[in-house]
């Protein structure tokens, strides 16, 4: 795993939302027969965060603002969580409504996006507050989309070289 910078040169989220399963050399599988690749996203107040996996069990987080964690799923931690999340999402496919773009999230808000295999982008978002709440659809696949977050900031701590090691 590595931190990167995430700049209009090289917009990850961009760049995902324009691949296919085929440039990833992705098929459907029984566990995900539908979604390809998964984004969560925070809107935050100068841009958004976006916590992303693909069923190849890459997981990366970057931000539109700059900067992110990229190879997370070279990691069992990373790997597994990266997994449950894509098949949370999947799980809630038919909530979410077929879209034709795919703006960042308002501050305040979580925004769910599946890349389906058909070639479908499906985007469902609401207010933080409201997917906290275990009743809201949404719920499960924050809920994942938080442990997903937590994986990759502990690999971040483990892989991170110790300050003052080198003096």
Known sequence: MREIRNDAKVDLRARLLRSSPADFKLKPTS????????LMEIGVPKGAASIVAVADGSASMYTSVGGGMIGAGEHPTGRDAAMHFLKTVESLLELMPA???????????????????????????????????ETHPMFAAFDGGQDLITAIRLLQEKLAPKRGAQR
């Not at 566990?31 to 998964?38: E, I, N, Q, S, T």
Request: charged residues 25%; without cysteine; aromatic residues 4%.
């Open 31 to 38: 566990d995900l027969p539908r979604v390809w690749a998964a």
């Open 99 to 133: 879209v034709s773009d795919l703006p960042l999230p308002q501050p305040g808000e979580y925004a769910l996006v599946a890349l389906t295999h058909d070639g479908t982008r499906r985007r469902l978002a609401a207010a933080e507050r409201n997917v906290q709440d």
